[in-house]
């Protein structure tokens, strides 16, 4: 009895570890900028990372590594700034690796990337990627208030099979003027035909522009494949601490995680506007052949990422039992005091008798 | 008669407490609820369309945009962008020529609100508080405090004096806050922030005044309205409004009906027989004064220099009779 249990749980023990380490390399797209100070290391790091990853990439890429300039222990600030998302304009970023606090911002690893950028009308347009301290960015302008979805597609072929990157990111221009919000819009979700595996946040039927997601919720994700819903695929969510969960979609595609606690400061400390970056990602392989640049494969591999922002729950800090006690006391009290004064101030009643005949 | 005058003499004979009533409620309805009908009158609003009644409201405060441009960065603030804040000041100042204080007296949500307390206190026959003379002169301080807070808080926290917890400062504190929303069966403004000291505070002070406007209400007609800087904002474009309340001195026999009806206590509106234009920061425009007095042409509303409602004898006597049955 105990063999077969030391057997099950080695063998549940090796399937979570194929699971985290097949998707322990990934690649995200994030609105968090690398950190100014040190502008010249992360672009280092990266060149060192990108080099390492490239090293057992067939398609290599010419990349100087200085290992001695960095520190792979060292955390990324995370600096999302409050407001951040009230701004038309954005600029994304790409990372490389599932661990948020560690991961190095990256560059592209060559080959023929596709960037998309896709509004909630579901209208295409093209957009430019650049490169700042020698790091990959993307620019994107978003015309009107609502979603958008930001799509990078690269391909390389490693050890014969082929692997295709999906990372994605969702954008939003936020407005606290509800009549310009198309609320259709923003609750639906927007698709990606296109793509070979894609993941996609369902939105609330009352999201708004404002709703953020917060510690408690219960997120829900489709996995689609060329826009159908795909069954069996296997989800992951890490956050930014550290925690971690996987799940595989049902029929639907849908997978659902609720949003854990993470954010335990002190009264003083505390923000409630602090942020926190999860990163979802799922994984589809095909036994599907074909060649890319000349390289041929056997297998295809695809790798689709979506990050999001969540924020401490108003239950940490917001009571309704204090807001309603202190109406209440100084409604109480309030008029019993001005019942007190009125009727001290009441004169009392005094008869004057006058006689006439004096 | 002439049909003009047929009207005029219409209109200076109405049942104003009537017609003022239900001239509220069209405007409580637009205003809380006309977002139900797709209706959108700007966020410039010279009036409390409280924009924490999200997607319900008609229009919003313009108190609200007003304090978030306040707290930009100075070195935005004081750029070109500063044209965003002239062109919302425009805006609201073309709402508030048309109607003058009348959106206090006439148009406010808060001030209805406090109406309809007023009238469930007269239902239950308590009688009503008025403030002794030192008080209002003491009291009638406050609303420009609290403009002049309005304005220097966001400004210090443009300047990076204050945290960004103490935005909208006034908002905060303004039972329209808490009260509107209600009617719109949102009770998310009934909490206490406790994220910060700061936000603590202010959702406290906030939860405190409330309780405060509905004792108040409850004992003294339009007591919000004597502190709300709101007010004291339109008191200083009120000369360039197109709706106006001027009295003839010398007709006026100073009996004080007018300042018995007065929800705002205005002595000046008995007292004064020297000036044409007897608005005062307090005024809301409510004009029962004008429906009240006796004296044919003594106090009357004009629009644009053309009297449209008047002091009349005859309405005078119509409006006093209101309800009485003579035995025969």
């Given at each position: 009895?105990?063999?077969?249990?030391?057997?099950?749980?080695?063998?549940?023990?090796?399937?979570?570890?194929?699971?985290?380490?097949?998707?322990?390399?990934?690649?995200w797209l994030t609105e968090t900028a690398?950190?100014?100070?040190?502008?010249?290391?992360?672009?280092?790091?990266?060149?060192?990372?990108?080099?390492?990853?490239?090293?057992?990439?067939?398609?290599?890429?010419?990349?100087?590594?200085?290992?001695?300039?960095?520190?792979?222990?060292?955390?990324?600030?995370l600096d999302e700034t409050p407001g951040k998302d009230h701004r038309p304009s954005k600029q994304v970023w790409l990372r490389?690796?599932?661990?948020?606090?560690?991961?190095?911002?990256?560059?592209?690893?060559?080959?023929?990337?596709s960037l998309t950028l896709i509004d909630q009308a579901g209208k295409k347009s093209v957009v430019e990627a650049g490169?700042?301290?020698?790091?990959f960015t993307l620019k994107a302008e978003m015309p009107e208030v609502g979603f958008y979805e930001a799509y990078l597609e690269?391909?390389?072929?490693?050890?014969?099979?082929?692997?295709?990157?999906l990372p994605k990111i969702e954008l939003l221009w936020a407005s606290c003027q509800p009549k310009e919000i198309d609320e259709e819009a923003v609750a639906k979700p927007i698709v990606n035909e296109a793509v070979?595996l894609e993941l996609v946040r369902i939105h609330k039927e009352d999201e708004g522009c404002m709703n953020r997601i917060v510690s408690?919720d219960v997120v829900n994700f489709q996995v689609l494949?060329y826009g159908k819903p795909?069954?069996?695929?296997?989800?992951?969510m890490?956050?930014?601490?550290?925690?971690?969960?996987?799940?595989?979609?049902?029929?639907s595609g849908t997978v659902a995680f609720?949003m854990?606690?993470?954010?335990?400061?002190?009264?003083?400390?505390?923000?409630k506007y602090h942020t926190d970056v999860f990163l979802v990602s799922a994984?589809?392989?095909?036994?599907?052949?074909?060649?890319?640049?000349?390289?041929?494969?056997?297998?295809?591999?695809?790798?689709a990422t979506l990050p999001g922002k969540y924020r401490p729950s108003p239950?940490?800090?917001?009571?309704?039992?204090?807001?309603?006690?202190?109406?209440?006391?100084?409604?109480?009290?309030?008029?019993?005091?001005?019942?007190?004064?009125?009727?001290?101030?009441?004169?009392?009643?005094?008869?004057?008798?006058?006689?006439?005949?004096? | 008669?002439?049909?003009?005058?047929?009207?005029?003499?219409?209109?200076?004979?109405?049942?104003?407490?009537?017609?003022?009533?239900?001239?509220?409620?069209?405007?409580?309805?637009?205003?809380?609820?006309g977002g139900y009908l797709g209706i959108e009158l700007g966020k410039h609003?010279?009036?409390?369309a409280c924009g924490y009644n999200k997607e319900l409201r008609g229009g919003m405060?313009?108190?609200m945009p007003?304090?978030h441009w306040?707290e930009w960065?100075?070195?935005k603030?004081?750029?070109?962008a500063?044209?965003t804040?002239?062109y919302g000041?425009?805006i609201?100042?073309?709402?508030?020529?048309?109607?003058?204080?009348?959106?206090?007296?006439?148009?406010?949500?808060?001030?209805?609100?406090?109406?309809?307390?007023?009238?469930?206190?007269?239902?239950?026959?308590?009688?009503?508080?008025?403030?002794?003379?030192?008080?209002?002169?003491?009291?009638?301080?406050?609303?420009?405090?609290?403009?002049?807070?309005?304005?220097?808080?966001?400004?210090?926290?443009?300047?990076?004096?204050?945290?960004h917890?103490?935005k909208s400062?006034?908002?905060?504190?303004?039972?329209?806050?808490?009260?509107?929303p209600?009617?719109g069966?949102d009770?998310s403004?009934?909490?206490?922030?406790?994220?910060?000291?700061?936000?603590?505070?202010?959702?406290?002070?906030?939860?405190?005044?409330?309780?405060?406007?509905?004792?108040?209400?409850?004992?003294?007609?339009?007591?919000?309205?004597?502190?709300?800087?709101?007010?004291?904002?339109?008191?200083?474009?009120?000369?360039?409004?197109?709706?106006?309340?001027?009295?003839?001195?010398?007709?006026?026999?100073?009996?004080?009906?007018?300042?018995?009806?007065?929800?705002?206590?205005?002595?000046?509106?008995?007292?004064?027989?020297?000036?044409?234009?007897?608005?005062?920061?307090?005024?809301?425009?409510?004009?029962?004064?004008?429906?009240?007095?006796?004296?044919?042409?003594?106090?009357?509303?004009?629009?644009?220099?053309?009297?449209?409602?008047?002091?009349?004898?005859?309405?005078?006597?119509?409006?006093?009779?209101?309800?009485?049955?003579?035995?025969?």
């Amino acid at each position: 009895m105990n063999r077969v249990f030391i057997v099950i749980a080695a063998l549940s023990l090796s399937l979570v570890t194929s699971m985290s380490a097949a998707n322990a390399d990934v690649l995200w797209l994030t609105e968090t900028a690398p950190p100014k100070a040190s502008a010249s290391q992360v672009a280092d790091h990266a060149a060192h990372h990108h080099a390492m990853h490239s090293s057992t990439s067939a398609v290599s890429k010419t990349a100087t590594s200085d290992s001695g300039k960095h520190d792979h222990t060292g955390m990324i600030v995370l600096d999302e700034t409050p407001g951040k998302d009230h701004r038309p304009s954005k600029q994304v970023w790409l990372r490389r690796g599932d661990d948020i606090k560690k991961s190095p911002f990256s560059d592209l690893d060559g080959g023929d990337p596709s960037l998309t950028l896709i509004d909630q009308a579901g209208k295409k347009s093209v957009v430019e990627a650049g490169q700042e301290n020698g790091l990959f960015t993307l620019k994107a302008e978003m015309p009107e208030v609502g979603f958008y979805e930001a799509y990078l597609e690269q391909r390389s072929v490693k050890e014969g099979r082929l692997l295709v990157e999906l990372p994605k990111i969702e954008l939003l221009w936020a407005s606290c003027q509800p009549k310009e919000i198309d609320e259709e819009a923003v609750a639906k979700p927007i698709v990606n035909e296109a793509v070979a595996l894609e993941l996609v946040r369902i939105h609330k039927e009352d999201e708004g522009c404002m709703n953020r997601i917060v510690s408690g919720d219960v997120v829900n994700f489709q996995v689609l494949s060329y826009g159908k819903p795909v069954a069996g695929i296997p989800v992951s969510m890490v956050t930014q601490e550290g925690w971690r969960n996987t799940q595989t979609s049902d029929a639907s595609g849908t997978v659902a995680f609720t949003m854990i606690r993470e954010y335990f400061p002190n009264w003083l400390e505390f923000k409630k506007y602090h942020t926190d970056v999860f990163l979802v990602s799922a994984v589809m392989e095909k036994n599907e052949s074909g060649a890319l640049n000349g390289q041929s494969y056997s297998s295809v591999r695809y790798e689709a990422t979506l990050p999001g922002k969540y924020r401490p729950s108003p239950h940490d800090y917001r009571s309704y039992a204090w807001g309603l006690g202190i109406s209440f006391f100084v409604i109480v009290f309030g008029g019993l005091a001005v019942y007190l004064y009125r009727r001290r101030r009441l004169k009392p009643y005094k008869e004057v008798r006058v006689d006439d005949k004096s | 008669m002439t049909n003009l005058e047929h009207i005029r003499t219409a209109v200076n004979n109405v049942q104003f407490n009537r017609f003022r009533f239900w001239l509220q409620i069209f405007f409580f309805a637009l205003l809380v609820y006309g977002g139900y009908l797709g209706i959108e009158l700007g966020k410039h609003l010279p009036t409390f369309a409280c924009g924490y009644n999200k997607e319900l409201r008609g229009g919003m405060c313009f108190l609200m945009p007003l304090q978030h441009w306040m707290e930009w960065p100075w070195e935005k603030l004081f750029s070109a962008a500063a044209l965003t804040i002239l062109y919302g000041f425009a805006i609201f100042f073309l709402w508030f020529i048309a109607l003058n204080r009348g959106w206090c007296g006439f148009a406010c949500p808060v001030g209805t609100i406090q109406d309809w307390i007023t009238s469930l206190r007269r239902w239950t026959g308590i009688r009503y508080s008025r403030y002794s003379e030192g008080q209002y002169k003491g009291l009638g301080i406050i609303k420009w405090v609290l403009l002049a807070l309005m304005f220097l808080i966001p400004l210090g926290i443009g300047g990076g004096w204050f945290t960004h917890d103490l935005k909208s400062p006034f908002c905060m504190i303004c039972p329209g806050r808490t009260v509107v929303p209600l009617f719109g069966l949102d009770v998310s403004q009934w909490s206490i922030d406790f994220s910060s000291r700061t936000n603590m505070i202010m959702t406290s002070l906030g939860l405190l005044v409330t309780g405060l406007f509905f004792i108040g209400a409850f004992v003294k007609k339009r007591f919000f309205c004597f502190y709300c800087p709101m007010g004291a904002l339109h008191y200083l474009f009120s000369k360039a409004a197109l709706l106006r309340l001027n009295k003839e001195g010398a007709k006026c026999t100073r009996c004080g009906d007018c300042y018995r009806v007065c929800d705002l206590q205005i002595k000046e509106i008995a007292d004064d027989i020297q000036n044409k234009n007897i608005m005062t920061d307090d005024c809301i425009m409510c004009l029962k004064c004008v429906a009240a007095c006796p004296e044919p042409g003594a106090l009357k509303a004009t629009f644009a220099g053309i009297p449209i409602f008047e002091a009349t004898e005859a309405g005078f006597i119509k409006r006093m009779n209101k309800g009485r049955t003579d035995d025969k």
